[in-house]
Structures are given as structure tokens and as C-alpha cells.
């Protein structure tokens, strides 16, 4: 059985990976990046905000939020990657989401809703700035260029998450595959991760068989190698080519926005 090493969660949930089955990713040579939302912020907002952040340090594994939890901080990645899973029965999970510095974890916060509806899992160890759910609700109120960076990510965020929806009814686990290395290798600024074959299977909503069967089609195309649950994209071109149009649809967004 794939997934019963997960045991359930008083939500009915499966737990979080354990991170001894499985290794973290790790980036190889990231350089640390600012977060966008707060490097959108004029400076006397952005001086403002910094009195409330504190920088902290996040692991593979760690789970920030659970389904209907209370959202004790919000988080703005620097150079850590954060999965949003939601559970379709007690054994799996697919991610829907992904969050990195061109976002904030904690977005039903910014909407006025205090609980979260997905599981928010730390995919990529790394930094990230917090701040607390209720100097965030004060801040809020009174930051209009805040509001209107969040209100922008909220619009981009909701598309990743439509499109994702789309793309897991339609495409292929190789395609998908293809497109979720690409959206990690965006946010982690790196070619190269650290990830098991049952990690990917929990994002991507296939069992391990169908990861090793779609990592081993990309391989033998020579746009990926995988061994030892390393991955390196080889060829980041062709590899765009391969995955589904999902990827280029959600980019093209976020960069038009971000222009
Ligand atoms: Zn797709």
C-alpha cells in the first residue's frame, strides 16, 4: 500500500511526510532573494511592515497550516518553497497549490477569513519573514499598497490554482511532471532538488509506479536526470516543451502582473 506509512490526522487527514522517509529538497547554490509582495511596497510601508516581521527558518516537512486551523502568522517566503495539499480521503493528497517568494502563505488573512483550507507543507527548506495574524489584520487595514499587492497575488494565485485544477483532470503524469519541476526550479532558483519518487506522487496525485514511469520518459529524452532521489533538469527548453501548456499559462500571468 503506497500511502500507509501516512497516518491519519484528527481531521481525517494523512499526516505530513515524515521527513526521515523523506530526504528534503534541497537547492544547490540558491541565492537568497527578497520577497516580491514586500519588495512591491513603497519604503515608508515597507519600513513600516519590517517592524513586525521576524526572519525564521522553516524545514522540509513542517506543516505551517492544516485545514480549518487557526492561521497563527502569515509568511512571506524568501527562499523557501511552500505546497498547498489538499487530501481527497484519508490516504492521499495533490497539491494544488505552490507558494514561493512571489507570494504569501496565510492569503485567506488578507480576504478577512482566520483559518486556512488547505494544508500549507514546507516543500523546500528555507527562510521565510512572519508575522502575526493579528499585526498582520491591523496592518492590513491600513496598508493600501499592501492591500493592492495581495489583492494582485490573490488574482494570480487563484489562477495557479484553477489551472492546476484543469491540469490534473487532463494531462499526462509526464507533462505535469514536467511542469511542476519547472514551477520548483522558478521559485527555488535552482536546477537541481533532492526528492523521492513518493514525494512527487503525493504532489502530482499518482502512485510511485506512475512517477517512476513518468521521470523515466523525461530521462530517456535527456531533460532530466533522477537518481538517488536527486533531480536535475538538463535541458530547461525542451523540458518546457514537454510539460503541458498549464505551465506557460500561469507564467506568462505572473510575469504580465509583475511587469
Ligand atoms: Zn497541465
Same mark, same amino acid.
Given at each position: 500500500?503506497?500511502?500507509? /506509512?501516512?497516518?491519519?490526522? $484528527? #481531521?481525517?487527514?494523512? *499526516? &505530513? @511526510? +515524515?521527513? %526521515?522517509?523523506?530526504?528534503?529538497?534541497?537547492?544547490? /547554490?540558491?541565492?537568497?532573494? $527578497? #520577497?516580491?509582495?514586500? *519588495? &512591491? @511596497? +513603497?519604503? %515608508?510601508?515597507?519600513?513600516?511592515?519590517?517592524?513586525?516581521?521576524?526572519?525564521?527558518?522553516?524545514?522540509?516537512?513542517?506543516?505551517?497550516?492544516?485545514?480549518?486551523?487557526?492561521?497563527?502568522?502569515?509568511?512571506?517566503?524568501?527562499?523557501?518553497?511552500?505546497?498547498?495539499?489538499?487530501?481527497?480521503?484519508?490516504?492521499?493528497?495533490?497539491?494544488?497549490?505552490?507558494?514561493?517568494?512571489?507570494?504569501?502563505?496565510?492569503?485567506?488573512?488578507?480576504?478577512?477569513?482566520?483559518?486556512?483550507?488547505?494544508?500549507?507543507?514546507?516543500?523546500?527548506?528555507?527562510?521565510?519573514?512572519?508575522?502575526?495574524?493579528?499585526?498582520?489584520?491591523?496592518?492590513?487595514?491600513?496598508?493600501?499598497?499592501?492591500?493592492?499587492?495581495?489583492?494582485?497575488?490573490?488574482?494570480?494565485?487563484?489562477?495557479?490554482?484553477?489551472?492546476?485544477?484543469?491540469?490534473?483532470?487532463?494531462h499526462?503524469?509526464?507533462a505535469r511532471l514536467?511542469r511542476?519541476?519547472?514551477?520548483?526550479?522558478?521559485?527555488?532558483?535552482?536546477?537541481?532538488?533532492?526528492?523521492?519518487?513518493?514525494?512527487?506522487?503525493?504532489?502530482?496525485?499518482?502512485?510511485?509506479?506512475?512517477?517512476?514511469?513518468?521521470?523515466?520518459?523525461?530521462?530517456?529524452?535527456?531533460?532530466?536526470?533522477?537518481?538517488?532521489?536527486?533531480?536535475?533538469?538538463?535541458?530547461?527548453?525542451?523540458?518546457?516543451?514537454?510539460?503541458?501548456?498549464?505551465?506557460?499559462?500561469?507564467?506568462?500571468?505572473?510575469?504580465?502582473?509583475?511587469?
Amino acid at each position: 500500500m503506497l500511502f500507509q /506509512n501516512l497516518s491519519p490526522v $484528527a #481531521n481525517g487527514l494523512p *499526516a &505530513a @511526510l +515524515p521527513p %526521515k522517509t523523506h530526504p528534503p529538497l534541497r537547492v544547490a /547554490n540558491r541565492p537568497s532573494a $527578497a #520577497n516580491l509582495v514586500l *519588495a &512591491a @511596497l +513603497p519604503h %515608508k510601508e515597507y519600513q513600516r511592515m519590517l517592524t513586525g516581521l521576524e526572519p525564521v527558518e522553516v524545514t522540509y516537512g513542517q506543516v505551517l497550516y492544516e485545514p480549518a486551523g487557526r492561521i497563527r502568522h502569515v509568511y512571506f517566503p524568501t527562499d523557501c518553497l511552500v505546497s498547498l495539499l489538499t487530501a481527497i480521503d484519508k490516504h492521499r493528497t495533490l497539491e494544488v497549490g505552490m507558494v514561493g517568494n512571489e507570494g504569501m502563505v496565510g492569503m485567506p488573512m488578507a480576504l478577512g477569513i482566520g483559518v486556512s483550507a488547505v494544508r500549507a507543507l514546507v516543500q523546500g527548506s528555507g527562510t521565510a519573514m512572519r508575522m502575526t495574524a493579528a499585526r498582520f489584520r491591523a496592518e492590513f487595514k491600513k496598508n493600501l499598497p499592501l492591500q493592492r499587492a495581495l489583492f494582485r497575488y490573490t488574482h494570480l494565485l487563484m489562477a495557479q490554482v484553477s489551472q492546476t485544477a484543469a491540469c490534473n483532470r487532463f494531462h499526462t503524469a509526464e507533462a505535469r511532471l514536467a511542469r511542476w519541476l519547472l514551477m520548483t526550479a522558478d521559485r527555488v532558483h535552482a536546477d537541481e532538488f533532492r526528492l523521492t519518487h513518493e514525494f512527487l506522487g503525493h504532489m502530482l496525485g499518482v502512485r510511485r509506479v506512475g512517477v517512476t514511469k513518468a521521470a523515466g520518459v523525461l530521462e530517456r529524452k535527456k531533460l532530466i536526470d533522477y537518481s538517488r532521489a536527486n533531480i536535475r533538469i538538463l535541458d530547461r527548453k525542451r523540458l518546457e516543451a514537454a510539460a503541458c501548456a498549464c505551465y506557460r499559462i500561469v507564467k506568462n500571468l505572473q510575469d504580465s502582473a509583475q511587469a
